[in-house]
């Protein structure tokens, strides 16, 4: 009984480890195309997955996280701070754009549910 305990929160702390390790590369490309508008260096993906490791250590603090994040752009890829708020919001603005485009692929019928309707109109003489 304790061994099968031990191997499903083994098999859920692998799992989790797993999903976290995945979005930093997700979101480590996305930073590197978001630091290509912003004409940023060192856009190779080692890079702004190290940037994006940080950033997500730095997430946990609420206020002083965003500075830290936008400094960590500001000083690992050579652009100014306008560029480095730029470049974070941009990457929020990519991923999100993927993650609706995902979700309408995977269940198509939702983009009806946000579709407006036309009202139809019937004339009578």
């Not at 799992?15 to 976290?20: E, M, R």
């Not at 752009?73 to 609706?100: M, S």
């Not at 009806?112 to 309707?117: G, I, S």
């Amino acid at each position: 009984m304790q061994l099968d305990f031990a191997l499903l929160l083994g098999s859920l702390g692998l799992l989790l480890v797993l999903i976290f390790v995945i979005a930093l590369v997700i979101n480590a490309i996305f930073l590197g195309i978001a630091l290509g508008f912003v004409n940023g260096q060192n856009r190779e993906l080692g890079t702004t997955f190290v940037t994006a490791l940080l950033m997500a250590i730095v997430s946990l603090i609420p206020i002083l996280g965003c500075i830290l994040a936008w400094y960590f752009i500001k000083t690992r890829h050579n652009v100014g701070w306008g560029g480095a708020i730029a470049a974070w919001l941009i990457t929020f603005i990519i991923e999100a754009i993927v993650i609706f485009a995902i979700i309408f692929l995977l269940f198509p019928g939702l983009l009806l549910a946000f579709m407006p309707t036309v009202p139809t109109f019937t004339f009578t003489t």
